[in-house]
């Protein structure tokens, strides 16, 4: 005796994850294609703009730290040499950060550039002898020699 079946055995049959699937396509509704296009556009547009705006900030950022930390390492050889007997100098190497003003006043040295403004207020007298500003086009490194005398400190620009 045969037994013979009525539907006809499909050989174009998948097998997925264990489970055989005869002749489904593949299909989204469009709704889900339209939520998910949104979904990406959202991204993108969250990530992109951020980072477009934020550059100059960043930038600005750095540049601000760098004054501090140059001011900031100024400022304590002021401090020392300026405990030192008198004739004491030293040589001080600060990297300065591009298009900044350094300003030297009695008992104040500021920094400032594009959006901010870093200064220092010092203890001791100091007197800037080349000149009491100068500009600074392109980040590099400045030389200054400070030296202790009459009570207060000089502080010279070395080219």
């Known amino acids: 005796m045969t037994i013979k079946s009525k539907s006809k055995p499909n050989n174009n049959s998948k097998k997925i994850f264990g489970r055989k699937f005869r002749g489904v396509k593949g299909q989204i509704s469009m709704e889900f294609s339209i939520l998910f296009l949104a979904l990406l556009a959202s991204v993108v547009v969250a990530t992109i703009i951020p980072g477009l705006f934020g550059l100059d900030k960043t930038t600005e950022v750095a540049k601000a730290s760098l004054a501090h930390g140059s001011l900031s390492n100024l400022k304590s050889n002021i401090h020392m040499i300026a405990s030192l007997d008198e004739g004491s100098y030293k040589l001080v190497r600060v990297k300065s950060p591009s298009e900044s003003t350094w300003?030297?006043?009695?008992?104040?040295?500021?920094?400032?550039?594009?959006?901010?403004?870093?200064s220092a207020s010092l203890d001791t007298d100091i007197e800037m002898l080349n000149s009491n500003s100068f500009y600074v086009n392109t980040s590099k490194l400045l030389s200054f020699k400070l030296l202790n005398e009459d009570n207060k400190v000089k502080i010279e620009l070395i080219p």
């Open 103 to 118: 300003s030297f006043a009695t008992r104040n040295i500021s920094v400032s550039g594009d959006g901010y403004e870093v």
